[in-house]
């Protein structure tokens, strides 16, 4: 005759089994969750990097910063060609046009976009998070010096507050700060940018703001 199992047996059997349903439960789920976190912050890495990079390459060839605040940066440069031409830094011979460019912070009520706009048209999505700082932009002014006299190159920092427009016209360094956060991940991205289009006008003897 078969031996009934006895109440300790199958205690011990039912405990075994919930410990190997919990273990793999725990590196199944674990290893998903993990592997959902590594893509969510390649998503951040790669909508950071991308806006980043077409910023400082616009601001690069600026010829002048019309208006900054933290949150948005209106500049005017060359244009060239297609869209496509110019980020792939192609020349198309046709005559260079003057095009203003703003890019924007907009928040939504649940998530946040920057927004790039050319002229007056309607600004376009670079990017949509949940969370970003509105603390984008920076800004360094040349200081006014005597050529002649003063070989020193001083800067300070534009106070968005005053909104002064002859140091607008003076600003020759950007700063630029991406902190974004997507669900549980989050990231930051710091750069700065030179506008030498700008430094060296300014740098160029005689050079007056309120013929500009």
Known sequence: MRRAFTLIELMVSFGVSVMLLGSIWFFHFGG???WRRGQQKEILNELSNTALERM???LRMAESVTAVKANGIEFQKYHVGSP???DAHAYTGEKPVLETIR???VRGERNVRLERAVGLEKGQT????EKCEPEIFTAWVLE???LEKDDDVKMHP????????DEVKRIVLIGLTLKLAQQSDSLEIRTKVSLPSVYTRLMQPGWNTEKQ
């Open 144 to 146: 006014e010096r005597d």
């Open 32 to 34: 998903l969750d993990t």
């Open 158 to 165: 534009f106070d968005f507050t005053q909104q002064n427009g």
């Open 103 to 105: 890019y924007e912070l």
């Open 84 to 86: 496509a031409e110019e």
């Open 126 to 129: 670079v990017f949509v998070v």
């Open 56 to 58: 400082v390459r616009e």
